[in-house]
């Protein structure tokens, strides 16, 4: 087997490459990188991103796609603070909105697997609009930004658990999620309903559970996205996460995930928003200008992305 | 008897007649919520607005026609960058107008051009293509306008848009109409206009009779750059100023005029007839609902919620079980 063979049925092991290769030039550029503070701060700035994209590649792998993931975070932010000042602010209050919060990610999947799976809406359209009604309730609830969380959140979040950092924990979380995933029937059907949705019906799958599910799996990944944003914000905010649709949908292509389903894993998402990640802090710290910054990026990302499909297109 | 039935039914599901009925009813309810909605000077007023979605739309249709899960994200950075660019030329002269219309629609169908070429030939999925690329020429127009904005519209062009020319009628609305007559006689009269519904509805087909399938798909993304450079021109016309990101708030109702329409998302089939009156009926809906008073988060979930709808009426794709 070639290297290019391997690297044709394994695209995320070019993603890891470039990821070492990142790490190597963002520690030359930026020494403090390999800090533990500075590592665990850089973590908790990925976080979000890498949690929307394992949920997001679930819904790419049965062949669908959710716009609407940057807006299910600031709902599920709005949400939980609310709920938690509602409830006083206590420890219990804090357990309550965390529940709450994770309750609308779920929903917020299931009304979006219900139209595209159920009613046979398009995926594309269909997420767009319900991306609009989840950000319009996100304003409802929390017009203007605001509301802090009582300290012990934020200070849990960036303290250590055990000996390890709880964004680690949270991280090794989402790597040993993907992994279990990836060996459950669960997995393999979702790839047969990306890769062919005739034949997987024919052979009697049930394609509206499998999509639903995949679409819940997303919002329950853009929850967590929303409590570990919460964390680091410690407060309310309901225009978060306006980005979070394109750059989940990059991490995905750069993971290795064939965009037009039925191919890919997780895992390699994560990767893949460890590497747009990097991308964005070695521009930083290569010294551009600053009005230069988001053009570099974009061009990087740009090539990143036909780099990936030209490796994962079969 | 029968098939003057059948008739009368299929004009009643026809999305061209539904988007047409939906844009007299809105205005109804516009009438009645405050009187002097529908009146003529400011039914004018709202045809301006649709024309500068209509314009965006007319390249957006071409892409969803065309198909392979054809989409334009990439329209709303174009828009502003026709727009920074035409006010840069023009710098409040008449005389820089001509110049103004040729860069603001030249950068555009070039950066278009590579959309194309990105989605035919290395094969980058359209929406991830035009998105990507938004994020490029977002850049570009940071550096370009170093974050201060500059330019503004010539009288002239403003005049054009805002003033009425003959008729009590501006001078856009006849522009929409000549775009709206060479979109019609391009598609349904011409060989190229037929290759769009033939790659859009089965490529494979379209490659058997040797039609140059990648040249024409590349050639639709430039287009609809070209068009929306030129919304653009019409953006910074009608507003006097532009800032960078000025067109974003037409992508998502640029895609949704057209699938309102009655062009299938999947490619194929459809028209620009149906897309210009998505443009009417979507801009009624969104003055209707500014009229109502509403909070900005009411105007959205309402919004958001006619898609919905609009998408049970005909956005709804094929069963599995025949």
Known sequence: ?????????????????????????????????????????????????????????????????????????????????????????????????????????????????FFISGLRFQPIVTTFATGIIFAGLAIWVLPQAGLPVPDAYWQTYTESLLGLPVVLLVLIFGAIFTLVVSRLPFHTRLIAVGGNRTGAFQSGLQLGGLRIG????????????????????????????????????????????ALAGGFGNATGSIVGALVLGMIGNVIFFAGLPFEYQTLVQGLIVLAALAGGVFVTRR | MNSNQSRITALIADPLTIAIAASVALLLIGEIL???????????????????????????????????????????????????????????????????????????????????????????????????????????????????????????????????????????????????????????????????????????????????VQLIRTLIYGFSGLFAGLAGVCVIGYTGTSFI????????????????????????????????????????LQSVLITLNLDVWARQVIFGLTLLALMLLYGRQKKLRV
């Not at chain 1, 599920?76 to 420890?91: C, D, H, Q, S």
């Not at chain 2, 023009?90 to 629609?105: D, F, H, K, R």
């Open chain 1, 214 to 257: 995949a679409y819940m799996i997303s919002g329950a990944f853009a929850s967590f996205a929303a409590l570990c944003l919460t964390g680091e914000t410690a407060s309310g905010d309901p225009l978060l996460g306006a980005s979070l649709a394109l750059s989940s949908i990059s991490a995905v292509v750069l993971g290795g995930t």
């Open chain 2, 245 to 284: 990101s000025v067109g974003d708030q037409y992508v998502l109702p640029s895609v949704i005029a057209v699938v309102i329409g009655g062009t299938s998302l999947a490619g194929g089939a459809g028209g620009y007839l149906g897309t210009m009156a998505g443009a009417v009926a979507l801009t009624i």
């Open chain 1, 1 to 113: 087997m070639t290297m290019f063979h391997l690297a044709r049925r394994q695209p995320w092991l070019i993603t890891v490459l470039v990821f070492v290769i990142l790490a190597i030039v963002n520690t030359i550029l930026q020494p403090s990188f390999v800090d533990p503070t500075v590592m665990r701060s850089n973590l908790s700035t990925f976080l979000p991103l890498i949690l929307v994209a394992i949920g997001q590649t679930y819904v790419i792998l049965a062949g669908d796609i959710d716009l609407s993931v940057g807006s299910i975070v600031a709902l599920v932010n709005v949400v939980t603070v609310t709920v938690i000042t509602l409830l006083g602010g206590t420890l219990g209050a804090v357990f309550g909105g965390l529940a709450a919060g994770f309750c609308v990610g779920l929903l917020c999947g299931l009304i979006n697997g």
């Open chain 2, 34 to 212: 405050s009187p002097g909605f529908a009146q003529g000077t400011q039914i004018v007023r709202l045809l301006t607005v649709a024309a500068i979605l209509g314009i965006v739309a007319a390249g957006q249709n071409i892409v969803i026609l065309g198909g392979r899960e054809g989409i334009d994200l990439s329209v709303g950075s174009l828009i502003s960058l026709g727009a920074v660019l035409a006010g840069n030329m023009m710098n409040g002269q008449n005389s820089g107008i001509p110049l103004a219309v040729i860069v603001a629609g030249g950068i555009p169908f070039l950066i278009g051009l590579i959309n194309g070429i990105g989605i035919t030939f290395v094969r980058i999925p359209p929406l991830v293509m035009t998105l990507g690329m938004t994020a490029v020429i977002q850049g570009g127009l940071v550096v370009y306008s170093q974050g201060v904005p500059s330019g503004a519209a010539a009288p002239l062009l403003s005049g054009f848009i805002n003033q009425p020319l003959v008729f009590g009628i501006p001078g856009i609305l006849f522009v929409w109409v000549a775009i709206a007559a060479i979109m019609l006689f391009v598609l349904r009269r011409t060989s190229f206009g037929f290759a769009i519904y033939a790659i859009g509805s089965n490529e494979r087909a379209a490659t058997l009779v040797g039609l140059p």
